[in-house]
């Protein structure tokens, strides 16, 4: 009972953020697919395709393209729950708006635990967000966790919940420092011995040490194809 009140108690967070957030607020639904495949036992690759659209702006609800992300990572296991990862990124944005193209690398470093049937784990990102006009440096740290909604395993046909809390540092020259904040919460299904659906929220206070910070809400759909 206690594992089965966390996604109602995140969700309700989120929600309350959401109502708190009105009068500055932009929402997107991104649905996303990803595809990981285990290269050996210790390496393995992870191609993504997610699609983010405008659902809420300027307090007009509508449906229109933002962006387009192909992205791959290369993940190589240091130890049974540590790993390190390079990734890279290219979004598409001059397609749909008025916006530069940006290419992205990523360098990164994860650590898990699992101490009982929740798993934690502990994720540090350093991306380098180019382009035309300028070069981003971002720092993020993300501390997540995950658990099964029924038993103390995961088996087909039944349903988990994953959540996070992410903390994260941009800088640029010329630019102030920006700092943001996110707050997840999904809920999967594991559909076959390879396939995972999931779908939820996820609430981003942008730029909050400024006199105007910003507050976007997503609407998530994934499904994650694992071989």
């Not at 740290?141 to 919940?161: I, M, Q, S, T, V």
Request: net charge positive; hydrophobic share 35%.
């Amino acid at each position: 009972m206690y594992f089965t009140k966390w996604p109602i108690a995140l969700l309700l967070l989120l929600c309350n953020c959401w109502l708190g957030a009105q009068e500055n607020l932009t929402g997107y639904w991104q649905p996303q697919f990803s595809f990981n495949y285990d290269v050996t036992g210790t390496y393995s690759q992870n191609f993504l395709v997610a699609n983010r659209n405008y659902i809420l702006e300027e307090q007009q609800f509508l449906l229109k393209g933002r962006q387009l992300d192909l992205a791959h990572f290369s993940t190589l296991k240091i130890q049974d729950n540590q790993s390190i990862a390079l990734g890279v990124q290219y979004r598409f944005r001059s397609n749909f708006e008025n916006k530069e193209n940006e290419l992205r690398f990523t360098q990164q470093y994860n650590i898990t635990h699992k101490p009982n049937v929740v798993r934690f784990g502990h994720r540090l990102r350093v991306e380098q967000r180019i382009t035309k006009p300028l070069t981003i440096h971002r720092f993020r740290y993300r501390w997540a966790l995950d658990f099964p909604l029924k038993g103390e395993n995961l088996d087909l046909g039944e349903p988990y919940f994953v959540g996070s809390f992410e903390n994260l540092l941009s800088v640029s020259k010329g630019n102030s420092s920006q700092y943001d904040f996110r707050l997840t919460g999904q809920v999967g299904l594991q559909i076959g011995p390879t396939l995972k659906l999931q779908a939820g929220m996820e609430y981003r206070l942008e730029d909050y040490a400024s006199s105007f910070p910003k507050n976007v809400i997503f609407l998530l759909t994934t499904a994650q194809l694992s071989l």
